[in-house]
Each structure stands twice: as structure tokens, then as C-alpha cells.
């Protein structure tokens, strides 16, 4: 059962424009989304988070969307720049599960210079 | 932000051997939890590591395959016991200050069971 779905496995642009990646949820339950960026042989990295009691949230280049009757959310990052190429993950929670993440399966960004 | 310290980095295994991965967060945080990433999938919870008491473990883990210790509100080790090729995958410390909160990942134990 897959909570957390990232429909498309990659995505490539062009440098300068805007990057738009998507995920959908099942469980209406969950109360707060995160995006992470991950590189090959590192941890996943923080980027920006939202909770359900928003529709948008902001910060530099990175802008995430929530649609909450759609159960869905997309990262927009504007302008992309070759090093956003990654692999990025979309998480979330619920606030009385023990704050564990449920992660969606990544889709692969490639910023093409 | 924590600063999270995970090792080994990488290891390499005999299958039917048992490797321990140690995880140290330098600030004191609530929760800590363990995933693993087979190659070319998603970060997988196995579980959440409880301060002084059982993990709670996933559907799909149990105790006896990955032990799971947590001394203090810092420090936390999986073991991976009794491992088969099937078990070469990455293993991911993370740790969260609280609900609502980002949470951060170390840099990952990579592990190759021959």
C-alpha cells in the first residue's frame, strides 16, 4: 500500500526554467508534507516542508503547493540551475504516529545546462 | 539543525554474519528512526528507535532481523543479524526535534552482503 506516490520516476529541463515535481497521498490523515533532495552517497537533505493548514509555502527558489481535497502537493523550483540535479523525495506524517515520514518513491532531476 | 554521524560509511559482509551500525546526533533529540533504501527504491521505515525501551517496528521488520538499541536521547545502533545477499541495501539514520519539524538523515551505511 503505497501512502506517498511519485508518478514520474524522472524529469528533465532546461537550465533557467522551472522545474515542477509532483506527489500524490492516500491517507487524508496526514497533517504534514516535506520534500528532501538526496545525491548518491548522501543522506537525504531538507528543502521545505508545509503543514496542512497551509496552501503554499515559500523559501528562495523552492516553492511547495498543497492541495489537500486533491491529496496532492508539487515542489516548484524556479530558476533551475544544473546543480538541483538529484533525486527528490516527497514525505509525510501525521501528527500522532510518532513522527515518522512516509516517503514517496523520487523522481530523478536533470537540469540540463 | 542536527549534525548526524552514522558508521560504518560502507561495509562489506559474509551472509549469515551480523554488522551493527552506530548513529550519533550531536544534540539531544525525540525521536530517531531507521530506514533502508534497496537500490533504486524509496527510503523504507523499519522502524522508530525508543529511548530505555523496544523499537517500534514496521510491518515487514521484526526484532530478532534488526535489533535495535537506544541508550539515550543521542545514540541509537541497528544490527542487521544473520544477513543475506538480500540485505545489501543503505541504512539511514534519522532524527527529529519534534512533530512539525523537519527531520534530518545522516549520510547513510551502505552495505554489500556477499
Known amino acids: 500500500d503505497q501512502q506517498v506516490k511519485q508518478n514520474s520516476p524522472s524529469l528533465s529541463v532546461q537550465e533557467g526554467r522551472i522545474s515542477i515535481l509532483n506527489c500524490d497521498y492516500t491517507?487524508?490523515?496526514?497533517?504534514?508534507f516535506l520534500w528532501y533532495k538526496k545525491y548518491p552517497a548522501e543522506g537525504p537533505t531538507f528543502l521545505i516542508s508545509i503543514s496542512s493548514i497551509k496552501d503554499k509555502n515559500e523559501d528562495g527558489r523552492f516553492t511547495v503547493f498543497l492541495n489537500k481535497s486533491a491529496k496532492h502537493l508539487s515542489l516548484h523550483i524556479v530558476p533551475s540551475q544544473p546543480g538541483d540535479s538529484a533525486v527528490y523525495f516527497c514525505?509525510?506524517?501525521?501528527?500522532?504516529?510518532?513522527?515518522?515520514?512516509?516517503f514517496g518513491q523520487g523522481t530523478e532531476l536533470s537540469v540540463k545546462p | 539543525s542536527a549534525v548526524i554521524s552514522q558508521k560504518p560509511s560502507r561495509d562489506i559482509c559474509q551472509r549469515g554474519t551480523s554488522l551493527t551500525i552506530q548513529c550519533q546526533v550531536d544534540s539531544q533529540v525525540t525521536m530517531m528512526f531507521w530506514y533502508r533504501q534497496q537500490p533504486g527504491q524509496s527510503l523504507t521505515l523499519i522502524a522508530t528507535a525508543n529511548q530505555g525501551s523496544e523499537a517500534t517496528y514496521e510491518s515487514g521488520f521484526v526484532i530478532d532481523k534488526f535489533p535495535i538499541s537506544r541508550p539515550n536521547l543521542t545514540f541509537s545502533t541497528l544490527t542487521v543479524s544473520n544477513m543475506s545477499p538480500e540485505d545489501s541495501s543503505i541504512y539511514l539514520c534519522s532524527s527529529r526535534a519534534g512533530y512539525n519539524t523537519e527531520a534530518f538523515f545522516g549520510q547513510g551505511t551502505r552495505l554489500t552482503v556477499v
Open positions: 514525505a509525510a506524517a501525521v501528527y500522532n504516529q510518532g513522527g515518522k515520514l512516509i
Open positions: 491517507n487524508s490523515m496526514f497533517d504534514y
